[in-house]
């Protein structure tokens, strides 16, 4: 499945959420993220999320994309992380 998730975590988790997430999926601007999982990649990043967030101070919405089909990127200005495999 593809995958775009945002992140709004206080200032002390900010890194360790940053590590975690480049783990998984590439990332591609301060606080986004997308790349593609499988469903047991997914859930296990999901977990681990879970572990370092406080979920009553930081936000974390996560798209999933079963296909590409009739999805479109374009980036306008500088690109953050140029990387060739994404969304």
Same mark, same amino acid.
């Given at each position: ?36 999982? $499988?469903? @047991? ?7 681990? %999320? &879970?572990?370092?967030? *406080?979920?009553?101070? #930081?936000?974390? =919405?996560?798209? $999933?994309? @079963? ?7 374009? %980036? &306008?200005?500088?690109? *953050?992380?140029?990387? #060739?495999?994404? =969304?």
């Amino acid at each position: 499945m593809n995958i775009i998730l945002v992140y709004d975590v206080g200032e002390k988790r900010v890194q360790k959420v940053h590590k975690l997430l480049k783990r998984y999926l590439n990332w591609v601007q301060n606080s986004v993220f997308e790349g593609e999982l $499988t469903n @047991g990649q997914f859930e296990v990043m999901k977990a681990d %999320i &879970i572990k370092r967030i *406080k979920a009553d101070e #930081d936000s974390m =919405i996560i798209y $999933t994309l @079963g296909s590409l089909k009739y999805a479109g990127r374009e %980036i &306008i200005g500088v690109e *953050k992380n140029i990387t #060739d495999n994404l =969304i």
